[in-house]
């Protein structure tokens, strides 16, 4: 049972442009979400997160979106860089011991 | 440096031979904790560790031992790896209560 779902395993995306990634998840009782951005033969690194009391949070480049109500969230980055190229993964939290991890999507960015 | 740090980084092994990978982290954080990655699936938990001498199972625990009787230290025991133990493998610790982990660099393991 996938409780946190990224539909689209890869996405590419042209140099300048939004690179919207998104995220499903179906427990309720989720307060805490979470996204780690991870480059090839190295760990994830925390990048942005987001409370459930919040629907907005930005950070620099990076913006990201929750809406309860259709248990979604997503991950803007404008605008996009060679560099943003990574698999990224969401995360949410009903507690820390079990923080619950979607499939990642691997996004890229064309120069 | 804040970090955690993960070894072997690359191992291959064989069914039955017993092996360790070793976590150790130098952030003073109480909780510690396993993943292994699988295309499709993400990162999946193994096992966790709130404090010393305090752990419990996650997500996928079957055929993984853990021990934590350091605060620092949080090793990943196969007892008798099999070919469905060949994967990436993250250790990750964290200070607080939000989930903002930070992750070793990876463990590829190969059980042929």
């Known amino acids: 049972d996938q409780q946190v779902k990224q539909n689209s395993p890869s996405l590419s995306v042209q140099e300048g442009r939004i690179s919207i990634l998104n995220c499903d998840y179906t427990?309720?009782?989720?307060?805490?979400f979470l996204w780690y951005k991870k480059y090839p033969a190295e760990g994830p690194t925390f990048l942005i997160s987001?409370?459930?009391?919040?629907d907005k949070n930005e950070d620099g480049r990076f913006t990201v979106f929750l809406n309860k109500s259709a248990k979604h969230l997503s991950l803007h980055i404008v605008p996009s860089q060679p560099g943003d190229s990574a698999v990224y993964f969401c995360?949410?939290?009903?507690?820390?011991?079990?923080?619950?991890f979607g499939q990642g999507t691997r996004l890229t960015i064309n120069p | 440096e804040a970090q955690v740090t993960q070894n072997p980084r690359y191992l291959i092994t064989v069914t039955g031979k017993k092996l360790t990978v070793t976590c150790s982290q130098n952030?003073?954080?109480?909780?510690m904790s396993w993943y292994r990655q699988d295309p499709g699936l993400g990162l999946r938990q193994i096992y966790y560790?709130?404090?010393?001498?305090?752990?419990d199972k996650g997500d996928v625990p079957e055929g993984y031992k853990v021990s934590r009787k350091e605060k620092r230290n949080f090793p990943l025991i196969l007892e008798s790896p099999s070919p469905n133990q060949t994967s990436l493998y993250f250790c990750a610790s964290t200070g607080g209560r939000t989930g903002e982990l930070f992750f070793g660099e990876g463990s590829r393991l190969t059980v042929l």
């Open positions: 427990n309720s009782m989720f307060d805490y």
């Open positions: 952030m003073n954080h109480e909780y």
């Open positions: 995360a949410a939290v009903p507690r820390i011991q079990k923080l619950v």
């Open positions: 987001i409370s459930s009391i919040k």
């Open positions: 560790s709130m404090n010393v001498e305090v752990t």
